[in-house]
C-alpha cells in the first residue's frame, strides 16, 4: 500500500469531510513517483510504475471525499481559512472537526522501498515535536502514527512508549476491520479496534 493510498484509506475510514471534518493531506511528489535517480532493479521500476498509477487515483478520491490536497502553503488557506494559523513543519494530515473542538495530526508511512524502521523513527520524531509545537487555542488536539501493514506495524509496536505523551498508533489494511489500533487513544467517535479485536469509544481528555 504506497503512501497516497495509505492516506486515503485513513481519511475515507476514520476523518470522512462528510461527518464534519475538515481535512488537508500533504502529498509529496516523491509519493508520486516524479522525483528521484533512475530505478536500478527491475522490483524498483515496478514499484515506480505502481505509484505513477495509483498515486493520481488517491488523490483523485480524496478531493472526490472532500479533502484538500497538495502542498500546505498553497492549500491551507483554502481548506481552513485564516482561523487555523498554518504550523510548522510537514504534517502528512491535518483534520478539524469544528462542531466537535478537535485538532487531529497525523503522520502516515505507507510501503516503500527503503527501511521501513527509519521511515517509521523518523514519523515519531515529528509527532514528538509536533507534542509542543502544535497547540491551537479552543481545539483539543490529538496525534497519531499510521502505518500500512503487519511488517510495519511490528515496528510501531516498539514505539508505544509515545503513548504516554499522547500519541496513538494504527496499523492500517487493506480492508477496513483488519484495522488495528495498537495504542494510545483517537478522537471520541472514532472507533477503535485494538490487537485484541474488540471495538471500543475511547474516554475524552
Same mark, same amino acid.
Given at each position: 500500500?504506497?503512501?497516497?493510498?495509505?492516506? *486515503?484509506?485513513?481519511?475515507?475510514?476514520?476523518?470522512?469531510?462528510?461527518?464534519?471534518?475538515?481535512?488537508?493531506?500533504?502529498?509529496?511528489?516523491?509519493?508520486?513517483?516524479?522525483?528521484?535517480?533512475?530505478?536500478?532493479?527491475?522490483? #524498483?521500476?515496478?514499484? =515506480?510504475?505502481?505509484?505513477?498509477?495509483?498515486?493520481?487515483? #488517491?488523490?483523485? #478520491? !480524496?478531493?472526490? *471525499?472532500?479533502?484538500?490536497?497538495?502542498?500546505?502553503?498553497?492549500?491551507?488557506?483554502?481548506?481552513?481559512?485564516?482561523?487555523?494559523? =498554518?504550523?510548522? %513543519?510537514?504534517?502528512?494530515?491535518?483534520?478539524?472537526?469544528?462542531?466537535?473542538?478537535?485538532?487531529?495530526?497525523?503522520?502516515?508511512?505507507?510501503?516503500?522501498?527503503?527501511?521501513?524502521? %527509519?521511515?517509521?523513527?523518523?514519523?515519531?520524531?515529528?509527532?514528538?515535536?509536533?507534542?509542543?509545537?502544535?497547540?491551537?487555542?479552543? !481545539?483539543?488536539?490529538? =496525534?497519531? !502514527?499510521?502505518?500500512? %501493514?503487519?511488517?510495519?506495524?511490528?515496528? =510501531?509496536?516498539?514505539?508505544?512508549?509515545?503513548? #504516554?505523551?499522547?500519541?496513538?498508533?494504527?496499523?492500517?489494511?487493506?480492508?477496513?476491520?483488519?484495522?488495528?489500533?495498537?495504542?494510545?487513544?483517537?478522537?471520541?467517535?472514532?472507533?477503535?479496534?485494538?490487537?485484541?479485536?474488540?471495538?471500543?469509544?475511547?474516554? %475524552?481528555?
Amino acid at each position: 500500500m504506497i503512501q497516497p493510498i495509505a492516506k *486515503l484509506r485513513f481519511v475515507e475510514r476514520y476523518c470522512r469531510p462528510s461527518d464534519g471534518w475538515s481535512v488537508f493531506v500533504d502529498i509529496d511528489p516523491s509519493e508520486e513517483g516524479r522525483t528521484g535517480s533512475p530505478r536500478q532493479s527491475e522490483q #524498483a521500476r515496478d514499484r =515506480l510504475d505502481l505509484m505513477r498509477v495509483d498515486a493520481p487515483r #488517491a488523490v483523485q #478520491a !480524496l478531493v472526490g *471525499l472532500g479533502a484538500c490536497v497538495g502542498r500546505r502553503k498553497a492549500q491551507w488557506n483554502a481548506c481552513f481559512g485564516s482561523a487555523l494559523p =498554518l504550523p510548522p %513543519g510537514d504534517r502528512d494530515i491535518i483534520a478539524v472537526h469544528r462542531e466537535r473542538k478537535h485538532l487531529w495530526i497525523v503522520e502516515v508511512e505507507g510501503d516503500s522501498s527503503g527501511q521501513p524502521e %527509519g521511515k517509521i523513527y523518523r514519523a515519531v520524531g515529528q509527532l514528538v515535536c509536533a507534542v509542543s509545537e502544535l497547540v491551537v487555542p479552543g !481545539l483539543e488536539r490529538w =496525534l497519531s !502514527l499510521v502505518v500500512a %501493514g503487519d511488517s510495519a506495524g511490528r515496528y =510501531l509496536a516498539r514505539a508505544q512508549a509515545i503513548a #504516554a505523551i499522547g500519541i496513538s498508533g494504527l496499523v492500517i489494511q487493506e480492508q477496513s476491520q483488519q484495522d488495528r489500533w495498537l495504542f494510545g487513544d483517537a478522537p471520541p467517535n472514532v472507533a477503535l479496534r485494538r490487537s485484541g479485536g474488540s471495538r471500543c469509544s475511547p474516554p %475524552g481528555r
